[in-house]
């Protein structure tokens, strides 16, 4: 069966460093054929056009805080069937885009979400869920070995996450695209109801892995405490005067008020806010929505097709995976084996473990190879006993077995 061609669109302002660590995975993806178009600042070209990849790169300028101006940007320049979107401070795992494509062989279904693990490498920072009128998520239980497409029930939505997406680009186009009165949070949600109202099919798919970690931004620290609110409130107003029913808004309204106000008490309470942050961000967030109420409801035109054909970016669906494995001590020198390994086009994974019982983290590392690291006797997976007895050859086969399964 012949692959589809999909375009992955990567949004980046201010991240350079996280956007080449995003393009090198993307770089190592099992997939063809596929085109990479990143939308991003002069910062983020500058380290593009360093990066050895860069002439099989479609790169567009652009520098404002609107993402859905910018993902609308990358979807203009898209020549593939399938559009998908990951954020630069996510890395795919290897078989994330052959995961991702597959259901798009069904011309019913338009949308598709993989799962995100978040900054341990190891924990689910996203799953599988569905969205209301209001926006309030709710879980959808699913195995984590099996894809379900779905339709959804009147008055929801299948929800999928921005970092972590792909939509079929002849719908998005006909949609209209992301809203641009979302200039940040909120944008693929609007999207999601708008193909939910469509009657379109979603696809979730656990094994189209990310991992994303959340990078410091201009409204949120590196530590995700929050700096600004005040565009989140905005798309509050505009999600809500579109999509809830009025009867319920101003309850809504109150609803996230108090959850935002709850969790940045929080952090005051761990030490990371003064009480005069948590003033000065609530402020922000209710003058953020009186701004999105006044924000004129947006005219949404099909946008336009690529003038520029599908670019192919260089890839091997058998791209060898390695496994190098040792001992806590032995990691200096693993690393400069995978190092090496990257270097010369293999998708390096290695695994060091201390004969203790540490939780396990897996990470992405520079130039290209994963890491995975924590104790012989400890939780890799979260469902895993606080305590089990390995001996170590056998440890690194589980391990091993466990990433490699869908790649």
């Not at 002439?55 to 567009?60: L, M």
């Not at 609530?282 to 109420?293: F, I, K, S, T």
């Not at 606080?386 to 391990?399: C, D, G, H, T, V």
Request: with cysteine; proline share 7%; glycine share 8%.
């Amino acid at each position: 069966m012949t692959a589809v061609p999909v375009s992955i669109i990567v949004v980046s302002r201010g991240r350079p460093a996280a956007l080449i660590r995003c393009l090198t995975g993307i770089a190592q993806l099992r997939y063809a054929p596929f085109e990479v178009i990143v939308v991003a600042d002069p910062q983020g070209l500058e380290a593009v056009w360093r990066w050895p990849g860069a002439g099989d790169v479609k790169t567009i300028a652009f520098d404002e805080p609107n993402i859905s101006v910018a993902r609308n940007l990358g979807v203009e320049a898209a020549a593939g069937d399938i559009v998908a979107f990951i954020d630069d401070d996510a890395v795919p795992e290897p078989g994330w885009l052959r995961h991702l494509a597959a259901p798009f062989q069904d011309p019913s279904v338009s949308a598709a979400g993989g799962f995100v693990r978040g900054r341990n490498g190891i924990s689910w920072q996203w799953a599988a869920h569905s969205v209301d009128l209001a926006g309030q998520i709710r879980p959808i239980e699913i195995s984590e070995d099996t894809a379900l497409v779905l339709t959804p029930s009147p008055g929801r939505a299948i929800k999928t996450e921005g970092t972590n997406m792909a939509i079929r680009r002849s719908v998005l186009a006909q949609l209209g695209g992301f809203d641009p009165n979302y200039h940040y949070f909120l944008d693929e949600t609007d999207v999601n109801l708008r193909l939910a109202q469509a009657g379109a099919a979603t696809a979730i798919l656990p094994l189209a892995v990310v991992h994303h970690g959340f990078a410091e931004n201009a409204t949120r620290r590196a530590d995700r405490v929050p700096r600004d609110l005040h565009q989140l409130g905005a798309s509050w107003a505009v999600f809500l005067s579109r999509h809830c029913p009025e009867v319920h808004v101003d309850e809504r309204w109150a609803d996230i008020l108090k959850a935002e106000r709850r969790r940045l008490v929080q952090y005051m309470i761990d030490g990371r806010l003064e009480p005069r942050d948590v003033r000065r961000i609530m402020g922000g967030l209710r003058r953020g929505y009186e701004e999105g109420l006044a924000r004129p409801a947006s005219a949404l035109g099909p946008l336009e097709g690529a003038s520029d054909p599908f670019r192919p970016f260089p890839s091997d669906p058998e791209k060898p995976i390695i496994t190098l494995a040792g001992r806590s001590w032995s990691k200096k020198r693993l690393q400069a084996q995978a190092d090496e390994a990257a270097r010369s086009g293999k998708i390096p994974c290695v695994y060091t473990f201390s004969p203790t019982t540490l939780f396990h983290r897996r990470r992405y590392e520079m130039p290209g190879y994963w890491l995975q690291t924590g104790g012989l006797f400890g939780k890799s997976l979260r469902s895993d006993r606080w305590l089990s007895f390995w001996r170590f050859s056998k440890r690194i086969k589980r391990e091993a077995t466990l990433w490699a399964k869908n790649q």
